[in-house]
């Protein structure tokens, strides 16, 4: 079936610095790449809305020029945390529709975050 | 906006019997209402969904009833087992310009006692 990877599982950086997340989708186009993120037994909170060729959607609160979101093709959307701080440590997850009526999404595997 | 509750947030289960979860949503466009599982540090997954047009729908153990007069929807576990321990998240779907941006409940952490 239709599978989104994501890249890496996990990653641990100093703070400051900057962290990419990639989400490609396998054997299917994603147009719209939504990008959550979820802390220890929380909800998934969406935080944008990624579109291939267009700017993203941000959520209200979500800070734009923190969190990164390029959507380069239409098998591939980025996330890249800048300037990570301990308090972006999180699992952040994406997620991609599978047709184009948005009914059913498929899940990429995740990323853990941990910003000492 | 949308805004979905779900409840209980923990529910510990004897094996064999069943299990049910409940989803309010406030939004009465919304027309779709997925319901995934989550195990620990792995991607959520799709185990069953409806669509507003439809009551009840049902998948061996697995079933989903929605009541769209009231705004809530319910997943039922029937002969629980073991392995389906995990978190369940409910989700439902307003059509907001073509978007189907999920907005997801907080989440029941499902334990299945052996």
């Known amino acids: 079936g239709a599978v989104v990877s994501q890249h890496p599982s996990w990653v641990i950086c100093k703070s400051g610095t900057s962290v990419k997340i990639e989400c490609r989708s396998l054997?299917?186009?994603?147009?719209?790449m939504f990008w959550y993120r979820q802390f220890p037994k929380q909800s998934l909170m969406l935080m944008a809305t990624s579109n291939e060729g267009s700017k993203a959607t941000y959520e209200q609160g979500v800070e734009k020029d923190k969190f990164l979101i390029n959507h380069a093709s239409l098998t591939l959307s980025t996330l890249t945390v800048t300037s990570a701080h301990p308090e972006d440590s999180s699992f952040y997850i994406c997620?991609?529709?599978?047709?184009?009526?948005?009914?059913?999404?498929?899940f990429g595997s995740g990323t853990r975050l941990t910003v000492v | 906006g949308e805004n979905v509750e779900q409840h209980p947030s923990t529910l510990s289960v004897q094996e064999g019997d069943s299990a049910v979860i409940k989803c309010t949503y406030s939004d009465s466009a919304s027309n779709y209402f997925p319901w995934y599982k989550q195990e620990l540090g792995k991607r959520p997954q799709l185990i069953i969904d409806?669509?507003?047009?439809?009551g009840e729908k049902k998948d061996q153990r697995i079933a989903v009833t929605l009541n769209k007069t009231a705004k809530h929807f319910s997943l039922h576990i029937t002969e629980t087992q073991p392995e389906d321990s995990a978190v369940y998240f409910c989700?439902?779907?307003?059509?907001?310009?073509?978007?189907?941006?999920?907005?997801f409940g907080t989440g029941t952490r499902l334990k299945v006692l052996a």
């Open positions: 054997d299917f186009q994603a147009t719209t």
């Open positions: 409806i669509r507003s047009n439809v």
């Open positions: 997620s991609a529709p599978l047709d184009p009526s948005g009914y059913g999404y498929t």
């Open positions: 989700a439902a779907v307003p059509p907001i310009s073509g978007t189907y941006k999920y907005i």
